[in-house]
């Protein structure tokens, strides 16, 4: 975080409490990466396949998809809402442009046009949701429910087998590597520094806090509420939009199960990640390590094979706990 | 039933308080009060905001213990009393927020705690259904309201019936109202009244508070004025007359907490005409100049807060003209603020601040823009502003990533102020800006104020503090059920003289409103 400590440089003791004030208020992130830390290094110990470093560096190539979905929800969880459709909008994604590269025979002149098309298709997705939250004020889990439902039909329309004739190139957005290191990796880490960017040092991202904070105060100083909302779910479908084309791009072919269960996994990312669920509370850094963490413990269960019903679980184990430990004493408003 | 004799006057106390002394940290809410309430009354209980008047209402009720003193309820004292205790005894509020489901039933609501049962421990909703039409009967509704309606399709004033069938239900015969009139339509206060008299002939004890210094003439039996906690006297209302009640109930010492009043009022800069705003403000006029203090006066719900939020674009206007700076106003609060318009909002913790955010993040909120360079806030340039701005307001601890939360709540306040002070505005509307907030906090933002006004910047002051009033305005203009009652200059300032016209008592010669010199 950008906390600087250089005007308490003189004195010790107001260096030291200014430390513990600073790990007071990122306690989440501290416990966060603290627990990764403990889980991987556990994990080091007893498992020799998971300390090699092509495990590690596929870690971190699996965690883009959940990431990038996870950034969407993070936004909109941010401002007191949340997003069920961005599992849905991710597959619409994915079908339609699998749809249209089997139509066009695999031309890989399509690559550029069909990604900005999917792109264009996520954007307008989560702006119906964001213009439905506010035209309607109905609570945005039940829109973006509805949302997503009407999208599950659409998906079954489009296909209910795996569409053949994604271009090879296509392919190549997930499989480039430098090294063991995949580039959407790097990409990656970009992606999640110019999000952090975007909360913390911009109007908009301010804006996000202040409404999930309290859309009454955010409104009287002067933040345009209804316009915030529209944006953060945008940037939701945006978001799903590119984890389509990932998980289009990693599967080679236009999978009807594209992304099932991630809208779940997605908010429990940001939950165990710090971001209260009410909103106005947390930072994305908390979400990656969530996302990480996630990642992380999935491939731990793979490797030392824990059958599939007992990792969800575990999974919903975690949630309970992170909901349990980052309990923030709220007031209860009235109106 | 007991105490059925005819005349109002019967000497049965049921309810005695004496010797109530109560204090919330250093603040004395009540010292030493008495109060006793009579079978077959009306007793009238009356002060300005945070005279007492509340807490000792929840010593009554048992939401309060009080430090010292004895309540005597029939023939029992106790020290302090628990809720359910007390409504065991036959005590119940009527509370200007309803205690009602709106969802249910009349009947429904009338029995929430004690549904009569029939077979099987099953609802009885014949045996409850004629229980609450009885119930109406006694109040003269059962007319009109029907005891399978749905609360929430009542008016209000018979939704206020329904809550005081519920106080019968429980078989009160000591019933507190809390400023019911305050809620109601005019044309509702009489049906109100009459049922209120029928209580008392029915033996029962009323507890009347209201700010309505008529009503007290027109329907209480005896009065106590509360001033700052203390018992001022307890009348009969025969003995006494309004002029009485008001100078009891403010009567005290302007200190020098207040700036010296040496602004100098220029150019206009908002005007409003004819303002109506969805059925509570009703042909508003008044005008603000630069460097002036203009004082807005009023009962709660008289309008002053609708208005100061009109200002500023978030009431619905439905008719009228407010000009700012020789224009028509911005519609809504950002393009407001971005004009230099701005309003300190009352209560800052649903209002003002982001609880549960930094000093500097509330701070910044309004004032995003101008830490911008390409798109991006500068930390550095925000970092600075705000600091400067922790030193100019003087928040204690002056630490920006402070949670607003732990902030006592006079330096919240400096927050909110500070806030708006960052837009660098022209015209700034404060409502409350001190309420619930200690002495030194106060002379602080009144200091601040009268700067804004050195400056040349306007300020409109909405207040229910009348000594706040009157030691920092120009002008007050006072506000009555959505129209202005008057304006004052400063040479016909006083308490008195406003109250006089918040409570409209009109036509009332022995206090002038007008030409009292100071």
């Known amino acids: 975080m950008a906390v600087t400590y250089e005007d308490a440089s003189a004195q010790v003791a107001p260096r030291s409490s200014r430390l513990i004030a600073f790990i007071r208020k990122n306690a989440s ?5 603290g627990i990764i830390i403990l889980i991987a290094g556990g994990a080091a110990i007893f498992s020799e396949s998971f300390r090699t470093p092509s495990n590690m560096a596929n870690i971190l190539r699996q965690s883009i998809i959940l990431g990038l979905l996870a950034i969407g929800q993070s936004i909109v969880i941010l401002t007191g809402g949340m997003d069920i459709s961005i599992d849905m909008m991710a597959r619409t994604v994915a079908l339609t442009i699998a749809t249209l590269f089997a139509f066009y025979n695999s031309d890989p002149s399509l690559i550029l046009p069909l990604i900005l098309l999917g792109i264009v298709i996520g954007v307008i997705l989560g702006g119906i949701n964001g213009l439905l939250i506010t035209r309607t004020h109905a609570t945005p889990f039940i829109i973006t429910f509805g949302v997503a439902f009407i999208l599950r039909g659409v998906n079954l329309a489009i296909s209910t087998t795996p569409i053949r004739g994604i271009p090879k ?3 190549l957005i997930y499989n480039t590597k430098i090294g063991i290191i995949a580039v959407n990796v790097i990409v990656m880490a970009l992606v999640w520094f110019l999000v952090w960017l975007f909360t913390t040092r911009t109007r908009l991202g301010r804006g996000l806090y202040a409404v999930g904070g309290s859309p009454r105060i955010a409104r009287l100083s002067a933040i345009r509420v209804n316009r915030t909302l529209v944006w953060a779910y945008v940037l939701s479908g945006f978001f799903a939009s590119l984890a389509g084309l990932f998980v289009l791009s990693r599967m080679g072919v236009g999978d009807p199960g594209t992304a099932e269960g991630m809208t779940f996994q997605s908010i429990v990312a940001v939950a165990v990640g710090g971001i209260s669920l009410y909103g106005g509370r947390g930072s994305i850094i908390g979400t990656l390590g969530g996302v990480l963490l996630l990642t992380i413990l999935s491939n731990v269960f793979n490797l030392i094979q824990v059958n599939i019903y007992y990792q969800q679980l575990l999974l919903g184990l975690v949630v309970l706990i992170a909901v349990a430990a980052y309990r923030t004493p709220r007031t209860v408003r009235s109106g | 039933m007991e105490a059925s004799s005819a005349s109002n006057h019967s000497n ?19 010292a030493d009060v008495s109060f006793d309430l009579r079978a077959g009354e009306i007793h ?6 945070g005279a007492g008047k509340s807490t000792l209402i929840k010593i009554i009720t048992g939401a309060y213990f009080p430090d010292i003193g004895v309540i005597k309820i029939g023939d029992d004292s106790y020290s302090s009393l628990r809720p359910e205790q007390a409504r065991n005894i036959g005590v119940s509020v009527v509370y200007q927020e309803f205690n ?10 009338i029995f929430m705690g004690d549904q009569p ?11 409850r259904n004629k229980k609450a039409n009885e119930l109406l009967k006694r109040l003269g509704a059962e007319n009109t309201i029907n005891p399978n309606d749905l609360v929430k399709n009542l008016t209000v004033g018979e939704q206020q019936l329904v809550e005081i069938s519920k106080a019968l239900a429980t078989e009160s015969h ?13 044309r509702e206060l009489e049906r109100l009244f009459s049922v209120i008299r029928k209580l008392r002939s029915e033996g029962h004890g009323i507890i009347y508070i209201s700010h309505r210094l008529n009503e007290v003439f027109e329907l209480a039996d005896r009065v106590t004025v509360l001033k700052d906690g203390q018992l001022m006297a307890t009348k009969d209302v025969v003995d006494t007359n309004h002029a009485e009640l008001v100078h009891l109930m403010v009567g005290r010492e302007l200190t020098d907490m207040y700036p010296p009043a040496d602004n100098q009022p220029e150019d206009t800069l908002l005007e409003v005409k004819d303002l109506d705003i969805d059925g509570t403000v009703f042909g508003v006029n008044l005008e603000v100049r630069t460097g002036e203090v203009l004082g807005l006066a009023g009962l709660g719900g008289s309008g002053r807060t609708t208005v100061c939020r009109a200002l500023v674009g978030l009431a619905d206007v439905q008719a009228g003209e407010i000009t700012y700076l020789g224009k028509p106003a911005p519609k809504n609060a950002g393009a407001a603020s971005q004009a230099g318009l701005v309003l300190v909002p009352e209560d800052r913790k649903t209002h003002g601040l982001v609880l549960n955010q930094s000093m500097r993040f509330n701070l910044s909120l309004p004032n995003l823009l101008q830490f911008v360079r390409n798109g991006v806030l500068r930390a550095g340039i925000e970092k600075e502003a705000i600091e400067n701005m922790v030193e100019d307001i003087q928040v204690k601890p002056p630490n920006p990533e402070m949670l607003a939360e732990s902030l006592s709540g006079g330096n919240q306040q400096k927050v909110v102020v500070g806030k708006w002070l960052l837009t660098n505005p022209k015209l700034v509307i404060f409502d409350e800006p001190t309420r619930g907030i200690d002495v030194g906090a106060k002379a602080e933002i009144y200091q601040r104020i009268r700067d804004l006004t050195y400056s040349g910047v306007g300020v409109i002051m909405a207040s229910s503090e009348l000594p706040e009033l009157i030691g920092m305005s120009d002008r007050i203009m006072v506000f009555h059920e959505g129209r202005i ?28 409103a007008k030409k009292v010199e100071v």
């Open chain 1, 29 to 33: 992130i501290f416990l966060i990466y």
């Open chain 1, 169 to 171: 190139e296509f392919l």
């Open chain 2, 12 to 30: 049965n106390t049921i309810l005695e308080l004496s010797g109530i002394d109560k204090t919330f940290g250093g603040t004395h809410a009540l």
């Open chain 2, 44 to 49: 009238a209980l009356v002060g300005e905001n």
């Open chain 2, 100 to 109: 009602i489901l709106p969802e249910l039933s009349v009947a429904e609501n």
């Open chain 2, 117 to 127: 049962r029939g077979r099987l421990q099953l609802i009885d909703m014949g045996t």
């Open chain 2, 174 to 186: 000591i019933i507190i109202m809390d400023e019911p009139s305050a809620v109601l339509p005019s």
């Open chain 2, 485 to 512: 009652a008057g304006e004052l200059d400063r040479s016909e300032f006083s308490e008195e003289a406003i109250m006089h016209l918040a409570t409209a008592t009109n036509g009332n010669e022995d206090q002038p």
